[in-house]
């Protein structure tokens, strides 16, 4: 797919994340525009092609449109803008006294998705994802990642839904009730809970800083966010205690994500991995 070339005198920046910025047109209000970081050249087309075929199953999401490169060669994707729109993580940053309300219906968002059978000759399975980013990681040694690989293959299969970065930045919501999940480059297909592990990383094993810097709130908010969001998707009778011991090393392997991000490893979030590592 070629990408347009695209002027930035054309929009304004209103925002910005771990891979690249967002802008707004400066004269169609319809049209929003998600742009890389320099270097990123696979990555925001692998998300467009992956965001036309999340939308054509129905999946509540913003349509996206072309791809399109600036000069200086950044590329990125022209989404159609949802307007007056706010992310979870912004909405408990700005009310936490509305955490409650705010994770019961992320939660229920999440319960929809993960209830969504697709066609698995169309996307990847979590599994396979999983396996490569292993076997790509220069931080485990080989007798971890036997380990790791064992536990990913010991989790269960499905065909349903499989967001892969399902974090509360990551859905967002109107004024008018209507909610959407967004940034959907690592949309694949498998067993929920390695979706559920970046929320439990996200709420729980942050750095303080992040969780300000990035997802605009405090850390005790987002511990909140978890224990409110957890009795409503897994059930009010389930006890967190429980529910934190099964979803725990799901959001160790999340690991494998961010290292291969930061290039580092990160053993904040490694710890988690200790029943799979022992």
């Known amino acids: ?15 910005g ?7 707004d047109h400066k004269t169609d209000p319809s049209i929003m525009l998600k742009l890389y970081f ?3 050249i696979e990555q925001p087309l692998s998300e467009l092609i992956l ?30 803008k949802i307007k007056d729109k706010k992310s979870y993580a912004r909405a408990c940053g700005d009310n936490p006294g509305d955490v409650a309300r705010y994770a019961g219906e992320f939660a229920g968002m999440c319960k929809i998705l993960h209830s969504t059978h697709v066609d698995v000759t169309a996307f990847e399975n979590v599994k396979d994802r999983y396996y490569k980013l292993l076997e790509d990681n220069p931080f485990f040694t080989t007798a971890q990642k036997d380990k790791i690989a064992r536990f990913i293959s010991d989790a269960p299969d499905d065909d349903t839904a499989i967001h892969g970065d399902l974090q509360f930045g990551n859905i967002i919501f109107t004024p008018e009730g209507k909610r959407y999940f967004i940034d959907l480059g690592d949309f694949c297909y498998g ?44 059930g009010q009778d389930r006890p967190l205690s429980d529910i934190n011991e099964l979803i725990r090393p799901y959001a160790g392997i999340k690991t494998l994500v961010v290292e291969r991000d930061s290039l580092r490893p990160m053993a904040e979030f490694r710890a988690a991995l200790d029943t799979i590592l022992a």
């Open 1 to 15: 797919m070629e990408a347009k070339l695209i002027s930035l005198d054309d929009f304004v920046l209103t925002g």
């Open 17 to 23: 994340g771990y891979n690249g910025e967002s802008y």
């Open 38 to 40: 320099q270097g990123k």
């Open 51 to 80: 965001a036309k075929k999340v939308y054509s199953l129905g999946i509540p999401s913003p349509e996206p449109g072309e791809y399109v490169v600036t000069p200086d060669g950044r590329y990125g994707i022209l989404f159609h």
């Open 191 to 234: 067993y929920n809970l390695f979706d559920i592990g970046m929320i439990y990383l996200c709420c729980i094993l942050n750095e303080d800083s992040v969780l300000r810097d990035t997802y605009h709130m405090e850390p005790e908010t987002a511990v909140r966010f978890w224990e409110c969001f957890a009795p409503a998707y897994f």
